[in-house]
């Protein structure tokens, strides 16, 4: 048994998550975490699970054609540590090439880094949704006030919140 | 604070402190049953929601079937938490339903049942609930607001059964906890 990443990508139908799961399911994989979307209408799944590898591979084979489909041995499971507190990262506005690069080295080079992100292109709107963890030592006004400069710069709109969440 | 008059918490006697259970534990799936407010065994069960409470950081409500009770009762107390408005201090709630709800509003939660996730949940922020109080036998109408009705509504569920993985408001509106140090 090991940790596997399994990636499939194709035109999307009705089934292909039922087709990719049962296949795996076969092979007495255990899923873990997983994300899916479609993309521009293109079906992205990306899974993490335990399971044998070349059985693995074999019992995905007859997916193969339409579907892009990779299977990869990775590492033991890394855990994330959160370097500090959430904030929910949004950007919108005309779209032009650099957006995405521009705000997110704005983060990185703030010490910050983002666990989940998310762009939509839709006729000439363009948004990013991105999760942000910020060291507890991150200058927030400085970023804040960079990230506004960069905005500007691009044309876009920009707004960083804390994602914060209550204990009920 | 608003006071809910002729009730006081320190009627209920000293309770235990008893172990909350964690999804994916049955009985936090388990439609709760409705009690009897005089029983002593619902007093004592009162009790001990409110000792637990008490005991657990940052806890400002905890439910009968988080102790493993499937029973319709549940402690709250959002005194000095920065979203509250509208507050009624510590009160326990027998039987509670919710008899008007609106202006919702998204929200980040977590749950002491279910530690290693939080969700983004739509709740009313206008809320009136009606049940009774432990060891009395008149129904009280609780009309409140922001961070109480989100947390009712979260404590009501627990006693239907629900957790907030049942109201996340998307795919990808379940996160990972977040502790850092």
Known sequence: ?168 | MTVITGWSPADLGDGAVLEVLQAPHPVLATEGATVDPLDPATIQLAADLVATMRVSPGCVGLAAPQVGVAAQMFSLDVTGHPKTRTCHGLFVLCNAVVVEASRQEKGREGCMSVPDFTGDVKRATRLTVTGVLPGTTDEVTITTDAFEARALQHEIDHCNGKLFLDRVAGAHAVYPRKVYK
């Open chain 1, 1 to 168: 048994m090991s940790q596997l990443a399994v990636t499939v990508i194709g035109p999307d139908r009705p089934g292909i998550i039922a087709d990719v799961t049962e296949a795996l399911a076969g092979t007495g994989v255990n899923l873990e975490d997983s994300t899916m979307t479609l993309l521009r209408g293109h079906f992205a799944m990306m899974i993490v699970c335990s399971g044998p590898f070349e059985e693995v591979k074999e019992a995905v084979e007859p997916l193969r054609g339409e579907l892009v489909i990779t299977v990869r041995k990775v590492g033991p499971e890394h855990e994330h540590a959160p370097i500090g507190p959430s904030y929910i990262l949004s950007v919108h506005g005309a779209d032009r090439p650099g957006i995405v690069a521009a705000v997110t080295r704005m983060i990185a080079t703030a010490g910050g880094t983002i666990t989940d992100l998310t762009t939509r292109l839709s006729g000439e709107l363009y948004v990013l949704t991105a999760e942000v963890e910020l060291p507890l030592t991150a200058e927030l006004e400085m970023l804040t006030r960079a990230l506004e400069i960069t905005a500007e710069e691009l044309g876009v709109g920009v707004t960083l919140r804390p994602a914060e969440s209550d204990e009920l």
